[in-house]
């Protein structure tokens, strides 16, 4: 069973704070991507990586990094955490390759910064 | 540019009654078109996916979606609606060409069942 995984499902950060998401998956796949999701706004994506130690920017990059170290870990980091970061992340894996496949979503981390 | 909408933020049914969801795109060429559920708290779950050929596609719990080339729509249908349906159901489009590693989401719809 296909399988992506999110280090925490809820957290709580203080504002100025540096947070990391992990994300690991465990079906081989090239793209990773991270998303937040807010209500009425849908999904919207921070990064993307189609390979190892290569990322690009999606449409709200702002306040966020990213590292690619690994083929199965795809990490979000904000470097200094504020209030409007606070919402539901979500990560995904796809192939590169077969590129009829769908994508594949963690659990989610629901994230406050108070 | 590249866009998904669905123009109802809200679906409420009655059980037993059959569901319609809307989906449009503006997507370059061909692309392949996939419909998801999100219940509470949860990531997001693979419904179905149109890749070619007949026009209504069938997926998971009894649902369905049917392809409109003409007007770049792709409905996710089901005959009979159940409580249980109820969640937030999102529709995206990957291209098969340029960019074709993206994922493009609609804002997404909430279904609501009511018993």
């Known amino acids: 069973d296909v399988k992506v995984t999110q280090s925490s499902r809820y957290l709580v950060k203080r504002t100025g704070e540096k947070v990391f998401l992990e994300c690991v998956q465990d079906?081989?796949?090239?793209?990773m991507f991270w998303y937040r999701q807010d209500p009425g706004l849908g999904l919207r994506l921070i990064y993307f990586?189609?390979?190892?130690?290569?990322?690009e920017k999606g449409d709200i990059p702002e306040g966020y990094s990213v590292s690619r170290e690994k083929k199965e870990r795809f990490s979000l980091i904000l470097e200094s955490a504020s209030t409007n970061q606070t919402s539901m992340y979500l990560c995904?894996?796809?192939?590169?390759?077969?590129?009829?496949?769908?994508?594949?979503f963690g659990p989610g981390t629901r994230l406050l910064v108070l | 540019a590249q866009s998904v909408a669905q123009p109802e933020d809200q679906v409420n049914v009655a059980e037993g009654n059959p569901l319609t969801v809307k989906c449009t795109y503006s997507?370059?060429?061909?692309?392949?078109l996939f419909w998801y559920v999100q219940y509470p708290n949860r990531g997001l779950q693979f419904l179905l996916k149109?890749?070619?050929?007949?026009?209504l596609v069938k997926g998971s719990y009894g649902f369905e979606a049917e392809f409109n080339k003409s007007q770049t729509s792709f409905h996710l249908k089901k005959p009979s609606a159940l409580v249980s349906d109820s969640a937030l159901y999102f529709c995206?489009?990957?291209?098969?060409?340029?960019?074709?590693?993206?994922?493009?989401f609609g804002s997404g719809t909430k279904l609501n069942v009511k018993p």
């Open positions: 990586s189609y390979d190892v130690k290569m990322k």
């Open positions: 995904a894996s796809s192939s590169r390759v077969r590129e009829q496949e769908t994508q594949y």
């Open positions: 149109y890749i070619t050929g007949d026009n």
């Open positions: 997507v370059s060429g061909n692309p392949y």
């Open positions: 995206a489009v990957r291209p098969r060409v340029y960019n074709f590693n993206k994922f493009y």
């Open positions: 079906m081989d796949h090239e793209n």
